[in-house]
């Protein structure tokens, strides 16, 4: 309801920029609809309704599949139907953080930890035609199974997040420390630690990398390509690898040289804070709350300088429930300064939800 609010009172100081807007895909469909499908949720119902062409291919299928098979049993546009899930995602994604934050912390963590996530600047995602919402929940779910010891669950889980972005691959080094931790000293008989790791541990990493697999299997049979995925992203001149160090440095370039009065420079201020905020977040969770939690955050948010940008980055927290375990655990007790985030969350959300829906790029 806030976000719709701050989409409201952006028609009244904003133009509408004529870019990559959701009417693009559906003409008929009312303003407070197809505003949630601007950039990228054009791609992913494109890939929905008409398949795989150009450069879709950096999107990965579970997503749009979803709304694609929905699409067949009920008679609504697919506009829609990519709301809606991304809607009952989050909603399902909520119950299964609460639940995962209560095996370790008391119930005013667990209540904290939600606020905190629903009303992040970048939130309305979780509401718009991106596959943000489902990420979330199939990657908490992915920890929860492996925190109750359902290894194989956790590995079908992981493997459908990685069918939904490749940033999904960061839960392989994360489910094998959490494994770690859950064995380490129960057994000391190298046959038995052997016999439980092939029995878990590896199925678990099977099953998620499975999902990467899969898509390239697709590709290869469909468009005579295993790597189409990692090509494609030459349309965002993204398909090289980057080391962090020269994504930096481009990014010091961006602040001498480029007009502070353009929208662009101020886009690349933020995506270059976010990921530094969001590296010490991980940190303090790495010795805070739990070290696969923190593995999991560091390795996902390198993934993205791989790429040889920040472009993105803002979004990614979205992805990281245990930053927002962190944030409830710093702000226990500091009152105040709680109240203050959650206003800057408000002013920014507001200000990003309106340049988003009016179809200025943010990340």
Same mark, same amino acid.
């Given at each position: 309801?806030?976000?719709?609010? &701050?989409?409201?009172?952006?028609?009244?100081?904003?133009?509408?920029?004529?870019?990559?807007?959701?009417?693009?895909?559906?003409?008929?469909?009312?303003?407070?609809?197809?505003?949630?499908?601007?950039?990228?949720?054009?791609?992913?119902?494109?890939?929905?309704?008409?398949?795989?062409?150009? &450069?879709?291919?950096?999107?990965?299928?579970?997503?749009?599949?979803?709304?694609?098979?929905?699409?067949?049993?009920?008679?609504?546009?697919?506009?829609?139907? $990519?709301?809606?899930?991304? &809607?009952?995602?989050?909603?399902?994604?909520?119950?299964?953080?609460?639940?995962?934050?209560?095996?370790?912390?008391?119930?005013?963590?667990?209540?904290?930890?939600?606020?905190?996530?629903?009303?992040?600047?970048?939130?309305?995602?979780?509401?718009?035609?991106?596959?943000?919402?489902?990420?979330?929940?199939?990657?908490?779910?992915?920890?929860?199974?492996?925190?109750?010891?359902?290894?194989?669950?956790?590995?079908?889980?992981?493997?459908?997040?990685?069918?939904?972005?490749?940033?999904?691959?960061?839960?392989?080094?994360?489910?094998?420390?959490?494994?770690?931790?859950?064995?380490?000293?129960?057994?000391?008989?190298?046959?038995?630690?052997?016999?439980?790791?092939?029995?878990?541990?590896?199925?678990?990493?099977?099953?998620?990398?499975?999902?990467?697999?899969?898509?390239?299997?697709?590709?290869?049979?469909?468009?005579?390509?295993?790597?189409?995925?990692?090509?494609? +992203?030459?349309?965002?001149?993204?398909?090289?690898?980057?080391?962090?160090?020269?994504?930096?440095?481009?990014?010091?370039?961006? &602040?001498?040289?480029?007009?502070?009065?353009?929208?662009?420079?101020?886009?690349?201020?933020?995506?270059?804070?976010?990921?530094?905020?969001?590296?010490?977040?991980? +940190?303090?969770?790495?010795?805070?709350?739990?070290?696969?939690?923190?593995?999991?955050?560091?390795?996902?948010?390198?993934?993205?300088?791989?790429?040889?940008?920040?472009?993105?980055?803002?979004?990614?927290?979205?992805?990281?429930?245990?930053?927002?375990?962190?944030?409830?655990?710093?702000?226990?007790?500091?009152?105040?300064?709680?109240?203050?985030?959650?206003?800057?969350?408000?002013?920014?959300?507001?200000?990003?939800?309106?340049?988003?829906?009016? $179809?200025?790029?943010?990340?």
């Amino acid at each position: 309801m806030f976000f719709l609010l &701050f989409a409201a009172l952006a028609t009244l100081v904003l133009g509408l920029k004529e870019s990559y807007l959701g009417k693009q895909f559906d003409h008929t469909s009312p303003y407070f609809s197809w505003i949630w499908a601007n950039f990228d949720g054009r791609h992913y119902l494109n890939i929905a309704v008409l398949g795989y062409r150009n &450069f879709d291919f950096a999107f990965f299928p579970l997503y749009p599949s979803i709304i694609s098979l929905l699409g067949y049993v009920f008679p609504i546009p697919h506009l829609y139907l $990519g709301i809606g899930v991304s &809607f009952a995602s989050y909603f399902v994604a909520m119950i299964m953080i609460y639940k995962i934050v209560k095996i370790d912390y008391k119930n005013s963590i667990a209540k904290s930890t939600l606020l905190f996530l629903s009303f992040f600047p970048l939130a309305f995602f979780y509401n718009s035609v991106y596959p943000d919402s489902i990420f979330l929940l199939l990657t908490t779910l992915s920890f929860y199974c492996a925190r109750k010891k359902r290894w194989v669950l956790a590995g079908i889980v992981g493997g459908l997040s990685v069918f939904t972005r490749i940033s999904g691959l960061s839960l392989l080094p994360a489910l094998a420390v959490e494994w770690y931790i859950q064995n380490n000293g129960s057994q000391t008989n190298f046959k038995k630690i052997v016999l439980k790791f092939s029995n878990s541990l590896l199925i678990t990493l099977s099953l998620t990398l499975l999902g990467l697999v899969a898509y390239m299997v697709y590709l290869r049979i469909n468009f005579g390509d295993w790597f189409l995925f990692q090509k494609s +992203m030459s349309a965002w001149n993204q398909q090289g690898i980057i080391f962090p160090p020269q994504v930096v440095y481009r990014y010091l370039k961006i &602040f001498f040289l480029v007009d502070k009065s353009l929208l662009v420079y101020w886009v690349a201020v933020l995506e270059f804070t976010s990921f530094v905020f969001y590296i010490l977040l991980s +940190m303090y969770v790495l010795r805070k709350v739990r070290f696969s939690y923190g593995v999991f955050s560091i390795i996902l948010l390198l993934m993205v300088t791989f790429t040889g940008t920040f472009a993105g980055t803002p979004r990614y927290m979205l992805h990281l429930f245990p930053g927002f375990i962190a944030m409830a655990l710093i702000f226990e007790k500091r009152t105040l300064l709680r109240r203050i985030t959650i206003i800057v969350f408000f002013v920014l959300g507001a200000i990003l939800t309106g340049l988003f829906t009016r $179809g200025y790029f943010v990340t």
